[in-house]
């Protein structure tokens, strides 16, 4: 384990994997789709305010392909997920893109409230479908206000493969998942499933991390709960030169080595796990931090080194030693991923670090190094930095990415269409 200093990793692995068999197959671009039904699925799972679900990079990057489908005279059905909803929530119903449709991109598709699961209704889509023009784009309900989605149930794959002539893929995103519209679905549709374009460059650029990367390879791990990234730890401590961990993740760390994280949260269940990795010579924790007193309104912050940290005291961020040995290890690296924010970033003091991270990858990727990022939480950081444009890569996966280095890009949306 370091706290500021670089000690190269032993055992560091590649993986050797046959691209062939892991690239899942393309959408034809030549193919004759005029009065096709094509079931499209993407991941519009994104944040909802008051107005009505937000934009971001997972609308944006659906546009070009959704577009082209439809000039080319296909029928597109929608197929997505937002939140995880226990019933049929009004929050959480597909009817709330419409505005945002309508307004950012020039897009009215037909919404279709009826449940795919029940016959009554899905006879009905099926004459509403059909009787629409080419060209039309029409959005489901929430695939998850179906119990059966999450269970991957037969029966109601076999309810979507009626409205559909092939299925596209377009969900990196959803991947990790296998669910009926990710993973059971496409194998009805068997050599009329595809990937689409964006599903191709997300697992075009991700396998760049498992095939021979260019050293010294670091990763950076931000995030909340330690317990369900150990697999992907494990697998990323033998990949990597360095891992450096930070936000909340790294309190369970710190209390294995000894420290006492004051009134901070940490991840209960993963302090065994995190005691057994705590062995690695390539794991890098923070050295200092900047706390905050519980309690506190003003939010004011302050930086202590992680063995004064006080018991009303509360981890916030990274601190500026920790940050500025952090940024000099990043400047050396050739390939660099980043997943997770590495302090509170709701709260703009405490999103120092992760804005830094932001700018030191981003300057240094597109040349010196290959600098990939991704999550949720890491790509809001990212937009506010404007360094968009400055990665190689930015995933719109969060899971999904973590869980494509951990299985050598065998997932199960994947997987299903496979050559």
């Given at each position: 384990?370091?706290?500021f200093h670089a000690s190269r990793?032993?055992?560091?692995?590649?993986?050797?994997?046959?691209?062939?068999?892991?690239?899942?197959?393309?959408?034809?671009?030549?193919?004759?789709?005029?009065?096709?039904?094509?079931?499209?699925?993407?991941?519009?799972?994104?944040?909802?305010?008051?107005?009505?679900?937000?934009?971001?990079?997972?609308?944006?990057?659906?546009?070009?392909?959704?577009?082209?489908?439809?000039?080319?005279?296909?029928?597109?059905?929608?197929?997505?997920?937002?939140?995880?909803?226990?019933?049929?929530?009004?929050?959480?119903?597909?009817?709330?893109?419409?505005?945002?449709?309508?307004?950012?991109?020039?897009?009215?598709?037909?919404?279709?409230?009826?449940?795919?699961?029940?016959?009554?209704?899905?006879?009905?889509?099926?004459?509403?479908?059909?009787?629409?023009?080419?060209?039309?784009?029409?959005?489901?309900?929430?695939?998850?206000?179906?119990?059966?989605?999450?269970?991957?149930?037969?029966?109601?794959?076999?309810?979507?493969?009626?409205?559909?002539?092939?299925?596209?893929?377009?969900?990196?995103?959803?991947?990790?998942?296998?669910?009926?519209?990710?993973?059971?679905?496409?194998?009805?549709?068997?050599?009329?499933?595809?990937?689409?374009?964006?599903?191709?460059?997300?697992?075009?650029?991700?396998?760049?991390?498992?095939?021979?990367?260019?050293?010294?390879?670091?990763?950076?791990?931000?995030?909340?709960?330690?317990?369900?990234?150990?697999?992907?730890?494990?697998?990323?401590?033998?990949?990597?030169?360095?891992?450096?961990?930070?936000?909340?993740?790294?309190?369970?760390?710190?209390?294995?080595?000894?420290?006492?994280?004051?009134?901070?949260?940490?991840?209960?269940?993963?302090?065994?796990?995190?005691?057994?990795?705590?062995?690695?010579?390539?794991?890098?924790?923070?050295?200092?931090?900047?706390?905050?007193?519980?309690?506190?309104?003003?939010?004011?912050?302050?930086?202590?080194?992680?063995?004064?940290?006080?018991?009303?005291?509360?981890?916030?961020?990274?601190?500026?030693?920790?940050?500025?040995?952090?940024?000099?290890?990043?400047?050396?690296?050739?390939?660099?991923?980043?997943?997770?924010?590495?302090?509170?970033?709701?709260?703009?003091?405490?999103?120092?670090?992760?804005?830094?991270?932001?700018?030191?990858?981003?300057?240094?990727?597109?040349?010196?190094?290959?600098?990939?990022?991704?999550?949720?939480?890491?790509?809001?950081?990212?937009?506010?930095?404007?360094?968009?444009?400055?990665?190689?890569?930015?995933?719109?996966?969060?899971?999904a990415i973590l869980e494509f280095?951990?299985?050598d890009g065998k997932l199960p949306?994947?997987?299903?269409?496979?050559?």
């Open positions: 384990m370091g706290l990793g032993n055992g560091i692995a590649c993986c050797e994997r046959d691209e062939k068999e892991m690239t899942p197959r393309p959408f034809p671009k030549a193919k004759k789709i005029n009065g096709t039904r094509i079931l499209l699925r993407v991941d519009w799972n994104v944040p909802i305010s008051k107005r009505g679900p937000e934009d971001s990079l997972k609308l944006e990057r659906t546009m070009p392909f959704l577009q082209e489908l439809s000039k080319r005279g296909a029928k597109i059905i929608l197929l997505t997920h937002l939140g995880r909803p226990k019933k049929r929530e009004a929050a959480l119903s597909t009817k709330r893109f419409l505005p945002l449709l309508k307004e950012r991109y020039e897009i009215e598709p037909i919404y279709h409230k009826e449940s795919v699961g029940s016959a009554r209704d899905r006879a009905k889509l099926l004459k509403q479908i059909g009787a629409s023009e080419p060209g039309s784009i029409h959005l489901l309900e929430n695939v998850r206000f179906d119990v059966g989605e999450e269970k991957g149930t037969k029966v109601l794959a076999k309810a979507y493969a009626e409205l559909g002539d092939l299925y596209v893929n377009n969900a990196f995103a959803a991947c990790h998942r296998a669910h009926v519209s990710v993973a059971v679905l496409p194998k009805l549709f068997q050599s009329e499933a595809f990937a689409g374009p964006q599903l191709i460059e997300e697992v075009k650029e991700l396998s760049k991390l498992l095939d021979k990367p260019k050293r010294p390879f670091i990763a950076v791990i931000g995030g909340k709960k330690l317990s369900t990234k150990i697999p992907v730890l494990k697998k990323l401590f033998s990949l990597c030169d360095a891992v450096l961990i930070g936000g909340a993740m790294a309190s369970p760390f710190l209390e294995a080595a000894g420290y006492k994280v004051g009134a901070s949260y940490s991840d209960a269940s993963a302090k065994a796990d995190a005691k057994r990795l705590l062995k690695k010579r390539n794991l890098f924790l923070p050295g200092d931090v900047m706390v905050m007193k519980k309690g506190s309104r003003m939010h004011k912050l302050e930086a202590t080194s992680v063995g004064q940290i006080g018991s009303t005291q509360s981890i916030r961020d990274v601190g500026p030693a920790t940050l500025a040995a952090w940024g000099a290890l990043l400047g050396r690296a050739k390939t660099i991923l980043w997943n997770g924010p590495i302090g509170i970033t709701e709260q703009k003091a405490s999103g120092f670090g992760s804005r830094f991270i932001a700018r030191v990858i981003g300057a240094h990727a597109k040349g010196p190094a290959l600098g990939i990022a991704g999550g949720g939480d890491t790509i809001p950081v990212i937009q506010d930095t404007q360094t968009l444009e400055w990665f190689d890569f930015v995933s719109t996966g969060g899971g280095i951990e299985k949306g994947l997987i299903a269409l496979k050559r």
